[in-house]
Structure formats: structure tokens, C-alpha cells
């Protein structure tokens, strides 16, 4: 089993429009949790961090259930600069696990 | 403040040659990981060095070698290259401990193996 799963997508959402991405994690004992952001043919960069009380940042925000080992990113009001890969990333003892990534296109 | 560098930027090499991709790492920063993330596929962790010592390694053959240096920048070896090792190579750095602290990326060697 994958330490961290998400879906592909791709997503294609017409601007303007709320989207939701998920993710699960397979350790409990994982520590911290991000989302990254990764443009083609970049590197990645840090989103937001994910804390267990819900954090937002603008039009992002982002939930943490350790319960159910699942983090969520939520964008409001889609921007066509929102158009990337996003990461869900979960840091064990001393090893991040990334997902695959899902892919966000925002249409016009 | 200067982010994580990497060079070269781009490479070529042929099968069964041998290369050598460099990171310094943010300033502040002690601990460098690197990463291969294949087309599609999110980063695969590859191993991290923290005090010159390879701390934690992935699921990578003795093929991928890596080193810290004194002033904490890192170089990642891989020998006897495969088609298979082409792919974009990230080094990421981070401040030890801190178990909130967030990875920092390059931007990244492109390899590709011919």
C-alpha cells in the first residue's frame, strides 16, 4: 500500500468554480502535512501547511482528519494561475511521502 | 537569502556512464534530501544527509550514492546509468528537528539517459 494516495484527476473547472482535492495516508504515526504545488516541468513549492485545527490561507484552505488519516485542500473561486499539479505531502520520522499529485486545469 | 540551488540544470548522458548532480542547500539549512520524480509520478525519495552521514535512505539501488560536504551542500552519484534513471532530480533542504518544518526544493537536474 501506497504511504500516501491521491487522486490523479485531472480536474478541469471553469473559473470561478470551489474544488476539492483529497488525500489518505497509510501511517498514523506520520507527524506533519503539507500541500505543494508543482507548475510543469518545476519544482515543487509549499502551498500550506496543514494543522489538525483547519487552517486557510485566501481562497485556500486546508483540513487534516487524523481519525480517518485524510487531508483536504479546498480552492475558492478558481483562478486560471490556480492551473498546477497539487502535492499532498506527509512527513514521518525523517522521509516525506509525496502522492502522485492531482491535476488541476482551470478553464476560461 | 539564497534558496537550494542545483546545477547542472539539464544533462545528458548515455547508458552505462556515470553522473555527478550538485545542491546547496537554503541558508540555514543542515539537512538535504533528494528526491527522482519520473513523469507523472510525484518525488520518490531517494536519501537524506544530515552531519555528512547518509541519515535515512528509499527504496533505491547502491547504484544512486550520495555525499555531504562540511558547509552542508550535497552531490547525488549515480553509476552505470539505465534508460530508466531519466527523470527530473530534486535536492530539497530543511532545518533538522522542527517537526513542522516544511521541505525547501531546487530547481532541479533534468537527466536524461540515452
Known amino acids: 500500500r501506497k504511504e500516501v494516495e491521491q487522486d490523479p484527476g485531472p480536474f478541469n473547472v471553469p473559473e470561478g468554480a470551489t474544488v476539492a482535492f483529497n488525500c489518505t495516508y497509510s501511517?498514523?504515526?506520520?507527524?506533519?502535512f503539507f500541500w505543494y504545488r508543482q507548475d510543469c516541468r518545476k519544482e515543487p513549492k509549499l502551498l500550506m501547511s496543514?494543522?489538525?485545527s483547519g487552517n486557510e490561507d485566501g481562497r485556500f484552505t486546508a483540513q487534516l482528519n487524523r481519525a480517518s488519516q485524510y487531508i483536504s485542500l479546498l480552492i475558492r473561486d478558481s483562478k486560471l494561475s490556480d492551473s498546477a499539479t497539487y502535492l499532498c505531502?506527509?512527513?514521518?520520522?525523517?522521509?516525506?511521502?509525496f502522492g502522485t499529485g492531482t491535476s488541476l486545469t482551470v478553464i476560461p | 537569502d539564497a534558496g537550494v540551488t542545483q546545477s547542472p540544470t539539464h544533462l545528458i548522458k548515455t547508458r552505462g556512464q556515470q553522473v555527478t548532480l550538485r545542491c546547496s542547500p537554503k541558508?540555514?539549512?543542515?539537512?538535504v534530501s533528494w528526491y527522482q520524480q519520473a513523469l507523472g509520478q510525484g518525488p520518490q525519495f531517494i536519501f537524506q544527509y544530515y552531519e555528512e552521514e547518509e541519515r535515512q535512505r528509499g527504496n533505491f539501488p547502491d547504484r544512486f550514492s550520495g555525499h555531504q560536504f562540511p558547509n552542508y551542500s550535497s552531490e547525488l552519484n549515480v553509476n552505470a546509468l539505465l534508460l530508466g534513471d531519466s527523470a527530473l532530480y530534486l535536492c530539497a533542504s530543511s532545518p533538522d528537528g522542527g517537526l513542522d518544518s516544511p521541505l525547501h526544493f531546487g530547481n532541479g537536474t533534468r537527466l536524461t539517459v540515452t
Open positions: 541558508s540555514g539549512h543542515d539537512t
Open positions: 505531502v506527509v512527513r514521518g520520522r525523517n522521509q516525506f511521502y
Open positions: 496543514v494543522y489538525s
Open positions: 501511517n498514523s504515526a506520520s507527524q506533519s
